[in-house]
Nanobody, 127 residues
Framework: QVQLVESGGGLVQAGDSPRLSCAAS????????MGWFRQAPGKEREFVAA????????YYADSVKGRFTISRDNAKSTVYLQMNSLKPEDTAVYYC????????????????????WGQGTQVTVSS
């Protein structure tokens, strides 16, 4: 089992480039593929980005491709979401999630594929 804690959210200006972090507990972080999701007010939670457990493969939602970068530091048991050129429509609660897997190169985009979730961190982008 793994516990996830997100940080790095807050109130930012359009065009800013904050970085979200998700720290995982335990020593088995390298066994999990990781993902970021977000939920905007009045909308369903949606996929943002995913990274394989080895870190060599990533996948992004079209809405963030070219602006967001997901990465992981297995030594620190942490996954990051670098967000550049933020827009007001990026305002949402951002969640990280973990999927225990034996595949070193697979990324996962569906919520039901993830077993563990963080509490979320609010990102509010003002125009």
């Amino acid at each position: 089992q793994v516990q996830l804690v997100e940080s790095g959210g807050g109130l930012v200006q359009a065009g800013d480039s904050p970085r979200l972090s998700c720290a995982a507990s335990g020593r088995t972080f390298i066994r999990y593929a990781m993902g970021w999701f977000r939920q905007a007010p009045g909308k369903e939670r949606e996929f943002v980005a995913a990274i394989s457990l080895r870190g060599g493969d990533t996948y992004y939602a079209d809405s963030v491709k070219g602006r967001f970068t997901i990465s992981r530091d297995n030594a620190k048991s942490t996954v990051y979401l670098q967000m550049n050129s933020l827009k007001p429509e990026d305002t949402a609660v951002y969640y990280c999630a973990a999927n225990p897997t034996n595949s070193g190169s697979t990324t996962y985009t569906a919520q039901h594929q993830y077993n563990y979730w963080g509490q979320g961190t609010q990102v509010t982008v003002s125009s």
